[in-house]
């Protein structure tokens, strides 16, 4: 396809020229002509009986217009598409704290397919892993970015009229940054600064103000969520006992002082203020009282950023969106694509809650949303799952309805992927006969991967399920996913390996338990000897698969960790292979880890679920210090 762009197109061409690579088209003198014009609001793309448009009213809209031109005439007919834009800011916040550092590469293409989805909107969230002039210990060893990464992917999202943003903390979630000795003067507990000190606030504004420079954006998310202990370690020591509005407001203003200065907007999450005035300390307490004082003192130039990713009831969120106005302005919102269970991403779960709060959003006159992608416990759902969660977002953000078939197609248009092979992702952690309630949000395929096989925290939860038959046929899914979906093929073959893992040790502790019990030595030696070490061969491929994929889309730093997981599993085949040989072959009379008695995960049992949720690794693997 030759296409001739002309009218409205300065500050355009760049962008044209890399899309137009993607999208398989040719920019030619001799190509149909396109007329560019600016509208009001509206995308309106048309191509009647040989004449082309598309109008658009912001930079972005032209982009996503485009790909809707150039998806639309491949089909040979005329067309007239009209898109009403429902938000002014509307894109994901990229977890790059939690071990994981998206490469530069990765952020482009990134970039590149939230252009053609109409997103405009990038969050870095980094904790300490962004480079501050003398300070070589905050993210020291964990791929901190560099002045000139961010540069360089401002300049690029800039080309298509994307705004990144700085996403910091200045209060709390600083232990990474706070754990080395520099910090001993500003640290209050081990992931909250200490506030009131002169010396916090020198080391908060060198935050502010290198986190903010490589950036257009004028913007800056200051944090501020979850502090639960603020003034309860080394201020409670100095000061003794403040009430804890007051003490949060007055962080606040000095914070905002600094952000003035750098002529910087600012938004925090809001969670702090609600559950301050909650009895329970719970963010979505609808009994919360929050003192008017409180809110009359809170500065007025800061944004509150509501973030929900747990409910499925659209009047929840406009009674939540109304508690937010109450500080006299329009909340940000964020939602949540759940990246951050396990392996894999949970699309029921990330449907049902997004669609919920959009509509909401919509309703309520909310302009400005954010879609996260965090990267809990050391990033293992790689963030080239969550793309459908994008394009969901990217949907609702030009159709006050949304339309799943389009929605459908578009996905394939943008991403070159298959909407129900991303959806089956999800089934990794769907057991067979258990509870499909999309409210009850477990994570089997986490826990059945690092538990320890001798000593399975889990094993009581597993029992009589039909692991064997559920990853086997998922194993044949995610093989047919990746031949399928060729660019995003990594991410199929590394759940293919997985389920090659689960399908086997799913239940292997349970029948080792089994046959110990039963005195089996025959099963136990073909266990020990057959099973124990192809589930070693199994457990390598996956580790090799899953670094293959990690190294493609991360900086290399993070890695060391899920390394050591796969290390730990791999050296506890070798332990169960010796341990069971020694007593098949009579060296010990017992073995003492498999005569503990099998309890339920945490007395999960009694509270009712099919299957407990657990997203710590260091409560999954061992009972035990790690």
């Not at 639309?72 to 550092?101: H, W, Y």
């Not at 702090?272 to 005035?277: C, I, K």
């Not at 919102?333 to 991403?345: D, E, H, M, Q």
Request: overall charge negative; some cysteine.
């Amino acid at each position: 396809m030759d296409l001739k762009f002309f009218g409205e197109i300065q500050g355009l061409n760049d962008g044209i020229s890399i899309l137009s690579s993607r999208l398989g088209f040719n920019v030619s003198d001799n190509g149909l002509p396109v007329e560019v014009y600016k509208t009001d609001k509206n995308i309106e793309v048309e191509l009647t009986k040989g004449k082309a448009s598309i109008g658009f009213n912001q930079k972005i809209h032209f982009f996503r217009a485009l790909g809707l031109f150039v998806e639309a005439a491949r089909c040979g007919n005329d067309f007239k598409i009209v898109e009403e834009p429902q938000f002014t800011l509307n894109g994901p916040m990229v977890d790059c704290s939690r071990n994981s550092v998206v490469s530069v590469k990765s952020l482009k293409k990134l970039l590149t397919i939230m252009a053609l989805m109409g997103l405009n909107l990038c969050m870095m969230y980094t904790e300490d892993t962004y480079e501050i002039e003398d300070e070589p210990y905050f993210g020291y060893m964990r791929g901190k970015y560099t002045f000139e990464e961010l540069k360089e992917c401002d300049d690029y999202a800039d080309i298509f009229g994307i705004e990144m943003m700085p996403c910091i903390q200045t209060l709390g979630h600083l232990g990474q940054a706070l754990k080395w000795n520099y910090a001993n003067d500003i640290r209050d507990n081990q992931d909250i600064l200490l506030v009131g000190e002169d010396k916090t606030y020198e080391f908060i504004e060198n935050m502010i103000k290198s986190a903010s420079k490589p950036f257009r954006s004028k913007r800056i998310h200051i944090g501020m969520d979850e502090a639960y202990f603020v003034g309860r370690g080394t201020y409670l020591d100095k000061h003794g006992y403040r009430e804890s509005f007051s003490l949060l407001n007055e962080h606040l203003k000095r914070v905002t002082q600094i952000t003035n200065k750098y002529g910087l907007k600012p938004m925090m999450w809001s969670d702090m203020y609600f559950r301050l005035g909650s009895k329970t300390g719970d963010y979505y307490d609808l009994d919360a009282v929050i003192p008017q004082k409180a809110i009359d003192n809170a500065p007025k130039d800061v944004q509150l950023v509501y973030w929900d990713y747990y409910h499925e009831d659209e009047e929840f969120y406009i009674d939540y969106i109304r508690k937010h106005k109450a500080f006299g302005r329009n909340p940000v919102f964020a939602g949540g694509i759940w990246t951050w269970l396990s392996l894999s991403v949970n699309y029921p779960k990330t449907f049902l809650t997004v669609n919920a709060a959009l509509k909401a959003c919509k309703k309520e006159g909310i302009k400005e949303i954010i879609a996260t992608a965090w990267g809990d416990n050391g990033a293992e759902t790689n963030i080239f799952s969550g793309l459908l969660g994008l394009q969901l977002y990217a949907e609702h953000g030009y159709s006050y309805e949304l339309d799943m078939e389009k929605l459908k197609k578009r996905f394939k248009f943008c991403t070159n992927g298959d909407y129900d092979s991303f959806i089956d992702i999800s089934n990794m952690d769907k057991l067979p006969g258990k509870d499909d309630d999309p409210d009850n949000i477990f994570n089997p395929s986490k826990y059945m991967l690092w538990q320890d096989i001798l000593m399975g925290l889990f094993d009581k939860d597993l029992e009589g399920i039909d692991i064997y038959n559920h990853y086997s046929k998922l194993e044949e899914n995610m093989k047919r996913h990746a031949s399928l979906n060729k660019e995003w093929k990594d991410i199929f073959y590394v759940q293919q390996k997985l389920c090659a893992v689960l399908k086997s040790k799913g239940d292997i502790g349970n029948r080792i338990k089994k046959y110990y019990d039963k005195k089996d030595i025959t099963s136990l030696d073909d266990i020990a000897n057959k099973e124990l070490p192809e589930l070693y061969k199994r457990v390598n491929d996956l580790k090799a698969a899953h670094r293959d994929q990690w190294l493609k889309t991360y900086k290399p730093f993070g890695w060391e960790v899920l390394d050591i997981r796969y290390g730990g599993v791999l050296a506890r085949i070798e332990t169960a292979i010796l341990r069971i040989n020694d007593y098949v072959e009579g060296k010990i009379d017992r073995i003492e880890e498999l005569e503990e008695e099998r309890l339920y995960f945490d007395g999960m049992k009694e509270k009712d679920l099919d299957l407990p949720v657990c997203t710590q690794y260091n409560r999954i693997a061992t009972s035990s210090l790690i």
